[in-house]
């Protein structure tokens, strides 16, 4: 049987509590988030992904699949297999930042496609109106200059952030198409903190050490939750429609049982519930980089389908076999005194073939972060996860 290379990639570059109500989308999207994070979670290891990202491309590979490679992706996107096209594109736009907004949050696609190789029209017209994307056409054989063309767009929509996305020994004589996804964001803190506060401190990481390491220390007013398990802390970026969110464990050792436990419905009741306290905040400043292959994660979850050589693409194009070979992420996060600063990239390669604290106490909570947590970005107009990761031990 004759087999065709898509390659899918994904890049992403951010720096981030208003609740408003939560889209059909973005309940899907977090349900995927809790599924992959306790795939790729490992119990003595940092995580950072980007579950948006691993979303937009997977939903962009979903246009193209037919039958029971359909379904897969329906399962473990948790969507309706009757997704409105208007539903990803209203979505993908509302997520955007528009030009008057404090942050940047900027999603671009873009879809790169063989000279001469014919994909069907409404594929491509999916992938350039429901998720904005450029076309261009090149040539794969020739390895070297297409993956500098792919890495050379990818950079300008990163703000050179995610450089070499593709490497030449990727692209084949066989790769026929490649999607892109960028997304850049940055922004800086509602209220940031006091560079004079900062202080080292001791965390108490997963494998029972303690470091030294740079804490961010504040009192004020936060979106709070606890109960007997664990504390949650929102903090806001500038424009109020990124957060940063945290679930700190009540107990040092107490993060393999937020992992096993936290899913989209108790973050869901956790949303409802949060009020504005006083907290003394106390953060780390950490930066985090990972690469993940998401192929055994990914078949696990249930799109096994689409690795297989039975796999069935035949919505994209009819002239080759197509199946997905491999799926790379990786990441960045810096969080600093004045901004978060993220990034990641995914690239689909693919082949032929609770107990309510409501009252104010006179004194402020103290949410001290010196031991393993959860964190996320959230949107805070939709409640979408667009980073998500766990902090357990200097890196």
């Known amino acids: 049987m004759k087999y065709g290379i898509l390659i899918l990639t994904l890049t992403f570059i951010l720096t981030t509590k208003i609740i408003a109500q939560q889209t059909d989308m973005a309940g899907s999207l977090n349900s995927f988030s809790f599924d992959l994070y306790k795939q790729l979670k490992s119990d003595k290891e940092n995580l950072f992904f980007s579950p948006f990202s691993i979303d937009v491309a ?8 037919k039958l029971d490679t359909k379904t897969g992706f329906d399962k473990v996107l948790h969507i309706d297999s009757n997704l409105n096209d208007k539903d990803v594109h209203d979505f993908i736009l509302s997520l955007k930042s528009f030009k008057n907004s404090t942050n940047q949050l900027n999603v671009s696609n873009s879809i790169w496609i063989q000279s001469n190789y014919k994909i069907k029209t409404d594929f491509q017209n999916k992938i350039q109106t429901n998720y904005f994307a450029d076309a261009f056409h090149v040539n794969f054989s020739d390895q070297s200059k297409s993956a500098t063309e792919i890495n050379k767009w990818a950079a300008q929509k990163t703000n050179n952030l995610i450089k070499n996305l593709i490497s030449p020994s990727q692209i084949t004589v066989s790769t ?8 850049y964001f940055i922004d800086k803190w509602d209220k940031q903190f006091e560079k004079s506060e900062t202080k080292r401190n001791d965390f108490y990481g997963v494998n029972n050490d303690t470091v030294k390491i740079n804490f961010m220390n504040e009192t004020n007013y ?4 606890e109960n007997a398990d664990f504390q949650f802390i929102s903090k806001y970026y500038a424009g109020k429609d990124k957060s940063f969110c945290v679930i700190l464990p009540k107990k040092r050792d107490g993060i393999s049982s937020i992992d096993v436990s936290m899913d989209k419905l108790i973050l869901d009741a956790i949303f409802k519930h949060t009020t504005s306290t006083l907290v003394d905040l106390s953060m780390p400043k950490f930066k985090l980089e990972a690469s993940y292959s998401l192929k055994e994660s990914l078949s ?6 689409a690795f297989g050589d039975d796999a069935d693409f035949l919505g994209i194009s009819t002239s080759s076999r197509l199946k997905i070979n491999k799926v790379i992420h990786k990441t960045y996060i810096e969080v600093n005194e004045e901004k978060t600063e993220a990034a990641a990239a995914t690239s689909i390669d693919c082949t032929d073939g609770i107990i309510l604290h409501d009252n104010l106490e006179p ?3 103290v949410f001290n972060a010196d031991h393993p947590f959860m964190f996320m970005i959230i949107d805070t107009k939709t ?3 667009i980073f998500m990761g766990r902090y357990v031990k200097q890196q």
Not at 58 to 65: F, I, P, S, T, V
Not at 176 to 183: E, F, G, S, T
Not at 222 to 225: E, G, L, P, V
């Open 222 to 225: 936060y979106d709070y939750f």
């Open 300 to 305: 696990k979850l249930g799109l096994k389908k």
């Open 176 to 183: 026929k198409l490649v999607l892109i996804n960028a997304i």
């Open 58 to 65: 997977l939903l962009m590979a979903r246009e193209g699949a």
């Open 363 to 365: 004194k402020p909570k």
């Open 383 to 385: 409640k979408g996860i």
